[in-house]
Antibody
Framework: EVQLVESGGGVVRPGGSLRLSCAAS????????MTWVRQAPGKGLEWVAG????????GYVDSVKGRFTISRDNVKNSLHLQMNSLRAEDTALYYC???????????????WGQGTRVTVSS | QSALTQPASVSGSPGQSITISCTGT?????????VSWYQQHPGKAPKLMIY???ERPSGVSNRFSGSKSGNTASLTISGLQADDEADYYC??????????FGGGTKVTVL
């Protein structure tokens, strides 16, 4: 069974940092890309960042460029999101999601983890 | 990177068909066949329903179908059932290794 388990969320002050992690199991991790999608309380889904199978290709939504870094460890089957200079608007549930790619383009996002909550507040 | 445009809500009676639209631009929906749809029940993680505009993952009911014309993609749910009541999100590849979601549509079964 494919499982994605996020961790690392919490409460942080504006300007602070957090590192989210996602432990993957039940599939060949280095055969797939991965992505982070967030959902602010009561709001819709927002794609945040993505990474291809070997980490050679990454992408970010404009609002997090220069502040967030996505990375992966194919030995430990884990995905990470380093979040710096956090703002109130980064408050959300962050989902780790497996990505099916073709020619470097994401085809689908499946499955989704249960999410880890990040709250940025003073 | 503005969100794709979806209607806030769509409703229908059991057994009816409904269609949810997802409008983007010539740089995302109009340019790529990589449009997908996700169903999210309250308090749950989203679930993939349609990918590459029309493809249905195994295990997803054939009552769900997708299409695209120009800059607008659509999800149709036929034979509406009570369990179809959920939020639905479209997503498109937007170039430069980025993706973009729609604002979401709440489906209500009357």
């Amino acid at each position: 069974e494919v499982q994605l388990v996020e961790s690392g969320g919490g409460v942080v002050r504006p300007g602070g940092s957090l590192r989210l992690s996602c432990a993957a199991s039940g599939f060949n991790f280095d055969d797939y890309g991965m992505t982070w999608v967030r959902q602010a309380p009561g709001k819709g889904l927002e794609w945040v960042a993505g990474i291809n199978w070997n980490g050679g290709i990454t992408g970010y939504v404009d609002s997090v460029k220069g502040r967030f870094t996505i990375s992966r460890d194919n030995v430990k089957n884990s995905l990470h999101l380093q979040m710096n200079s956090l703002r109130a608007e980064d408050t959300a549930l962050y989902y780790c999601v497996r990505v099916g790619y073709t020619y470097g383009i994401p085809r689908w996002f499946d499955p989704w983890g249960q999410g880890t909550r990040v709250t940025v507040s003073s | 990177q503005s969100a794709l445009t979806q209607p806030a809500s769509v409703s229908g009676s059991p057994g009816q068909s409904i269609t949810i639209s997802c409008t983007g631009t010539s740089g995302d929906v109009g340019r790529y066949k990589f449009v997908s749809w996700y169903q999210q029940h309250p308090g749950k993680a989203p679930k993939l329903m349609i990918y590459e505009v029309t493809e249905r993952p195994s295990g997803v009911s054939n009552r769900f179908s997708g299409s695209k014309s120009g800059n607008t993609a659509s999800l149709t749910i036929s034979g509406l059932q009570a369990d179809d009541e959920a939020d639905y999100y479209c997503c498109s590849y937007a170039g430069s290794s980025t993706s973009i979601f729609g604002g979401g549509t709440k489906v209500t079964v009357l």
